[in-house]
């Protein structure tokens, strides 16, 4: 028996304890009950109940009384409806060498170099990190940047935002026939471009939400503010009953495109593409049936307190004064380290036992024979969850937490096809994600999903769903033309894609 058919086996034994153990049990006082004759319960009744009554009375009401004050207490299940990601218009998408231009045609705009843009060594540079980014041909740049010469102005970044957030949500609308005056909780949040009045007050003005909705808008918070507004909303919904709460997610990429040489804030213009999410939760008992999922837990880490973490990410002027985003050397360690401590977290709430006992034993194992044991036993995830959506931050942030999480290709998949097709959409990249594994017809009812999304601070948010029903990809889903083309083989050492196309499973 091989070792992988031996912890199976152990896997099903540890996780089914209790029902080996109880099924057998039940077996043998069913058949001493079936023994029981009227004179034998009537001996049960005055040797025993009849003596202790006024024990056994506020003992049974007690039960009675913390039962239903339990079921009145408990949090209410917080089911996602339904989601839309933004899909830009086909003009918009931007290949290496359309992107390539745009970064030249920036520059060349900047007042500060006088129409010219000589040194050819910057382009070299962000050529070879566009070349290796497993970014593809097809993402999408703003329409601003697209022009010659190129907008980069206030009015047009305020025109990408808008015009990704109604995109969403009007294609959010149609598909679940919800009213915008149905919405009682709105939550946006763009980390860059926090105009006045705010994203959520142009949500609120477009579609006329009611004047009494509990509108939130969140900035600077990084690629993992989408699960932040996640979590938000799940505590809005757990005190406002029967109501519904709506999430945006999105970045800007016109305000805050770098046009400056410092090649640490470069990596950021290589990296970033237009794109945005909604999402329609409920806690309303009679959208269970029509939802797609359940929330099951959020998870938030932040280790801000280290100042390696703090500054690993971080925006600021350069030595001449242009402002841009830098992103430090260190960033895959901070990354790391971070996981793991969300990972310590969400472990314990959705691992199964059997998992937990092999951490347990090793980890004790190793404080007592440090020489012996050198590692942890790293926990098999797969276990608990059947499909991963991985921050789609850049190859180097996929690879961390695939090797972290010792997953197969497969389950990152989703991550590496949404960064070739979409490229980092921030904080809605995990949605791309979801809505892939769904195009492939994957998500099957019972099936849990794991959001994982990692942003500046240092932070990891982590977000588990549970599948209501076998779901299918969404009406105008972002992959609705492409999944077939997916995933596409690339070439682990220069990023590159090999082939245009490889055959995927569905």
């Known amino acids: 028996m091989t070792s992988i058919n031996v912890k199976l086996l152990y896997h099903y034994v540890i996780t089914n304890l209790f029902n080996l153990c109880f099924f057998p049990l039940t077996a043998i006082v069913a058949g001493k009950a079936y023994r029981l004759t009227i004179d034998d319960l009537h001996h049960l009744y005055y040797s025993y109940l009849q003596h202790n009554l006024i024990t056994i009375a506020p003992l049974f009401a007690f039960t009675v009384f913390g039962s239903v004050l339990y079921i009145a207490t408990r949090p209410k299940p917080v089911y996602l409806v339904e989601y839309s990601c933004y899909l830009p218009p086909t003009h918009c998408r931007s290949s290496i060498s359309k992107v390539m231009d745009i970064f030249y045609q920036v520059r060349k705009a900047d007042p500060s170099r006088n129409g010219t843009c000589d040194d050819s060594s910057w382009l070299d540079f962000l050529r070879k990190i566009q070349e290796r980014s497993g970014l593809g041909d097809e993402t999408h740049g703003p329409e601003g940047l697209l022009q010659v010469p190129p907008r980069k102005t206030f009015a047009a970044a305020r025109e990408e935002t808008e015009q990704v957030i109604i995109g969403a949500l009007e294609n959010l609308f149609k598909n679940t026939n919800v009213s915008p005056k149905d919405i009682g909780i709105l939550v946006v949040n763009s980390s860059m471009f926090n105009p006045t009045p705010s994203l959520s007050a142009m949500v609120v003005n477009t579609f006329k939400l009611r004047s009494n909705v509990r509108s939130f808008n969140l900035g600077g918070m990084g690629c993992s503010a989408g699960v932040i507004a996640i979590d938000l909303a799940k505590d809005l919904l757990h005190v406002h009953k029967n109501t519904y709460a709506l999430v945006v997610s999105t970045e800007n990429i016109t305000y805050n495109i770098y046009a400056g040489d410092n090649r640490s804030m470069m990596v950021s213009n290589c990296l970033f593409r237009v794109g945005g999410a909604a999402i329609l939760l409920s806690n309303k008992p009679g959208d269970r049936r029509r939802s797609k999922y359940e929330l099951v837990h959020t998870v938030r880490t932040h280790t801000g307190a280290d100042d390696k973490s703090f500054r690993c990410v971080q925006q600021g002027d350069d030595e001449n004064g242009k402002t841009g985003v830098s992103l430090s050397k260190d960033i895959t360690d901070v990354a790391g380290r ?61 690879d961390v937490l695939e090797k972290n999480l010792a997953l197969a290709p497969i389950d990152v998949e989703a991550s590496r096809s949404t960064l070739h097709r979409f490229g980092n959409t921030s904080s809605s990249s995990i949605w791309y994600e979801l809505a892939y594994i769904e195009a492939k017809g994957r998500m099957k009812k019972g099936n849990k999903v794991w959001q994982i999304a990692l942003g500046s601070g240092f932070k990891c948010n982590s977000a588990v769903w549970v599948a209501l029903n076998n779901v299918k990809a969404s009406t105008n889903s972002p992959w609705e033309h492409c999944i077939d083309r997916y995933p596409v083989k690339i070439d682990s050492d220069s990023g590159k894609s090999e082939t245009r196309v490889q055959n995927g499973r569905s």
């Open 338 to 398: 971070t996981v793991k401590k969300n990972i310590a977290t969400l472990g314990p709430l959705i691992l199964p036992l059997s998992e937990k006992l092999l951490f347990f034993v090793t980890f004790m194992g190793k404080k007592l024979f440090k020489d012996k044991i050198k590692h942890y036993y790293v926990p098999d995830f797969k276990l608990a969850i059947d499909h991963f959506c991985i921050h789609a931050g850049g190859r180097a942030v996929i």
